[in-house]
């Protein structure tokens, strides 16, 4: 089946750690998506790639960092520059038309301890 | 930025009741999504409507626009305990490059 993965599902990191979430998809989509969603509110963009070797910054860049080197793949490092890590981190895929909407995965819960 | 605002922020509804849910956005849009998220979980797809069109219907579920108002509504008929969830709507801007702008949602609770 088609779909799109990520992992961990939950994941805790110590303050000045670098930690990286996984995003793959087998679906041979373009576009690939992160998102952060604090608790009770919506989706805000952290970074998005349209084509591999290629991404751009969202809304909240700041503190996060990416790699498009496969079609398939699009981790999310959340650095230690990143004051606030903790959230729910969605990460989705489309196709470059826009018809049938995104794809997302099941979520990494990112907690700082 | 928040394109999107969802109306009412949390809903309460009986089991076979009607709930329905607006969108408000700001700007020139290619066409407008709506996304369903049940606690701790993903988004899915639930409807996409275009900015040339004025209605349309999957299943339960009816989507209206209006471009001049900038304004969506989602009607969920015939209500069921599992479509407790939350509803997003989402943007898709003109000249955004393609990436979506998602309002803050509405938190629906069917009753049974």
């Known amino acids: 089946d088609g779909g799109i993965t990520q992992s961990p599902k939950y994941l805790f990191r110590k303050e000045g750690q670098n930690v990286t979430l996984s995003c793959e998809q087998n679906l041979n989509h373009d576009a690939m998506y992160w998102y952060r969603q604090d608790p009770g509110q919506g989706l805000r963009l952290i970074y998005y790639s349209q084509i591999v070797n290629d991404f751009q910054k969202g809304d909240i860049a700041e503190g996060y960092s990416v790699s498009r080197e496969k079609k398939e793949s699009f981790p999310l490092t959340v650095t230690s520059a990143q004051k606030n890590p903790t959230a729910f981190y969605l990460c989705?895929?489309?196709?470059?038309?826009?018809?049938?909407?995104?794809?997302f995965g099941s979520g990494t819960r990112l907690t700082v301890v | 930025s928040q394109q999107g605002e969802e109306d009412p922020q949390a809903l309460s509804i009986q089991e076979g009741e009607n709930a329905t849910m607006n969108c408000s956005y700001k700007t020139s849009i290619n066409n407008l999504q709506w996304y369903r998220q049940n606690s701790g979980r993903g988004l899915v797809h639930l409807i996409l409507i275009r900015s040339n069109e004025r209605e349309k219907h999957s299943g339960r579920l009816r989507v209206t626009l209006d471009t001049s108002k900038k304004s969506s509504s989602l009607l969920i008929t015939a209500s069921r305990a599992a479509d407790t969830a939350s509803y997003f709507c989402a943007t898709d801007a003109r000249g955004s490059a393609r990436q979506l702008t998602f309002g803050s949602g509405t938190q629906l609770t069917v009753l049974p």
């Open positions: 989705a895929s489309s196709t470059v038309e826009v018809k049938y909407g995104y794809t």
